[in-house]
């Protein structure tokens, strides 16, 4: 399975913003066992956990630091999985890395076997 993350950029504070996660290599019927979830990466801080959405699209999880902030969707159709970024602040400048795993509800690194490239998010004040 690969993922590739997209539509990063430079966005001033309060906007917001969509970033995709596009997989391929994959059946659709693999792809949609999978829980798909968004980390983020700061530069000098360890890979965190923002959240994810299990194999049908239905049920989300989300680290409680950006709860009310951050959405995540999935288009099964098109195999993309989707993280919405409302009210961005500069703290949220980061690169910004899907991932997926056979497991549900986890939020740390190790447990996700695949993983996208990332994309950069840079938050202006």
């Known amino acids: 399975v690969q993922l590739q993350a997209s539509g990063g950029g430079l966005v001033q504070a309060g906007g917001s913003l969509r970033l995709s996660c596009a997989a391929s290599?994959?059946?659709?019927?693999?792809?949609?066992?999978?829980?798909m979830a968004w980390f983020r990466q700061a530069p000098g801080k360890e890979r965190t956990f923002i959240g994810g959405?299990?194999?049908?699209?239905?049920?989300?999880f989300y680290a409680d630091s950006v709860k009310g902030r951050f959405a995540i969707s999935k288009d099964a159709a098109d195999n993309t999985v989707y993280l919405e970024i409302f009210s961005l602040k500069p703290e949220d400048t980061a690169v910004y890395y899907c991932?997926?795993?056979?497991?549900?509800?986890?939020?740390?690194?190790?447990?996700?076997?695949?993983w996208g490239k990332g994309t950069q998010v840079t938050v202006s004040s």
């Open positions: 959405i299990n194999w049908n699209g239905r049920s989300t």
């Open positions: 290599g994959a059946s659709g019927r693999t792809f949609n066992t999978f829980t």
């Open positions: 991932a997926a795993s056979v497991l549900y509800g986890r939020p740390s690194p190790s447990d996700y076997a695949y």
